[in-house]
């Protein structure tokens, strides 16, 4: 399945400056592995040393977040928008 990335700011230095790249995946755990893939370095940003998706990154695939859904084995269905959002802290 083919997914559009929204990638924030802080991450467009694996994606040439693109702000929306393309990936393939029948879930969110394929997909960033393509992410992965094709944009070296990205994966470790998003996911931690054990494969999870790190405390401050949070995911969208369209409107749901992940980690309210299946988190990596949320499906990406053709067509799908996922957004990686980093989480801002401040008071």
Do not use: C, W
């Not at 924030?8 to 694996?14: A, E, K, Q, S």
């Not at 931690?48 to 409107?63: A, E, I, Q, S």
């Amino acid at each position: 399945m083919s997914v559009n990335v929204r990638i924030p700011t802080i991450l467009r230095t694996y994606t040439d400056g693109k702000s929306e790249v393309s990936a393939e995946g029948a879930n969110l755990g394929e997909v960033l592995a393509d992410l992965e893939r094709n944009h070296q370095g990205i994966g470790a940003r998003v996911l931690d040393d054990t494969g999870k998706l790190r405390r401050f990154v949070n995911v969208y695939v369209n409107d749901d977040d992940v980690r309210f859904a299946e988190g990596l084995e949320t499906q990406t269905p053709d067509g799908a928008g996922v957004s990686i959002i980093p989480a801002v802290a401040g008071g």
